[in-house]
């Protein structure tokens, strides 16, 4: 069964750069989460969308912005990165029209700050 | 406010013990859902478990198995006869309905040895 895809997969930057990641929900899902786990964390909500309108925000820096395009995918835009932003950012993707609150994980992407 | 407590930071087992991971919440929603995940070493977060706040049974698959305790609000996940294979960090995660945000406890790191 296809899976959230997450590109890149790993991504180096250096401190004050830019950085996008991009998420591919599973066919058919209209909602698409973002979460940022930093070393030893756990998972902490960022943003989410529905039907490429955001429906919920965390505690997203305004460094970051997000969005979902017509094609149900969302990039994560990043700006003047700190070295605090090196993390895994997780996408999750759901279908509104199946079983309540079922998330579904990208495998991730390390972006490192350096 | 959502918040999720995992105690125990870490627990190290010898291959075949048996372990229970503790997880206990809280929310004013009177419909929830609880989920565990397993993040092995590679990063990915492995889905285990999505139990309704309506649904106090417990369960069990394989060797695997979870307790519900409303009365106590927690949500314990025991692993029978451990194997080197489980060692990973766990997380258990809230949400409300309406396919919300995931709040995470800060894991348990579990590890197993031969």
């Known amino acids: 069964a296809a899976g959230v895809i997450q590109s890149p997969r790993h991504l180096i930057k250096e401190k004050r750069e830019t950085a996008t990641l991009k998420c591919y929900p599973i066919?058919?899902?209209?909602?698409v989460y973002w979460y940022q786990q930093g070393p030893g964390q756990d998972p902490q909500f960022l943003i989410s969308?529905?039907?490429?309108?955001?429906?919920d925000k965390g505690s997203i820096p305004d460094r970051f912005s997000a969005q979902q395009f017509s094609d149900y995918h969302s990039e994560l835009n990043m700006s003047s990165l700190e070295l605090g932003d090196s993390a895994l950012y997780f996408c999750?993707?759901?279908?509104?029209?199946?079983?309540?609150?079922?998330?579904?994980f990208g495998p991730g992407t390390r972006l490192t700050v350096l | 406010a959502q918040k999720v407590t995992q105690a125990q930071t870490e627990i190290s087992v010898v291959e075949k013990e048996d372990v229970t991971l503790d997880c206990v919440y809280e929310?004013?929603?009177?419909?929830?859902?609880l989920f565990w995940y397993k993040q092995p070493p590679s990063g990915e977060l492995v889905f285990l478990i999505r139990?309704?706040?309506?649904?106090?049974q417990n369960e069990i698959s394989g060797r695997y198995s979870w307790n519900f305790q409303k009365s106590t609000s927690s949500f314990n996940f025991t692993i029978t006869a451990s194997q080197v294979v489980d060692s990973a960090v766990y997380f258990c995660?809230?949400?409300?309905?309406?396919?919300?945000?995931?709040?995470f406890g800060t894991g348990t790191r579990l590890l197993v040895s031969p």
């Open positions: 139990r309704n706040s309506f649904d106090e």
């Open positions: 066919p058919r899902h209209d909602t």
């Open positions: 995660a809230l949400s409300g309905t309406g396919f919300q945000k995931l709040v």
């Open positions: 929310t004013r929603d009177t419909t929830y859902y």
């Open positions: 969308f529905y039907e490429k309108m955001q429906s």
């Open positions: 999750a993707s759901s279908f509104r029209g199946g079983t309540d609150n079922e998330q579904f």
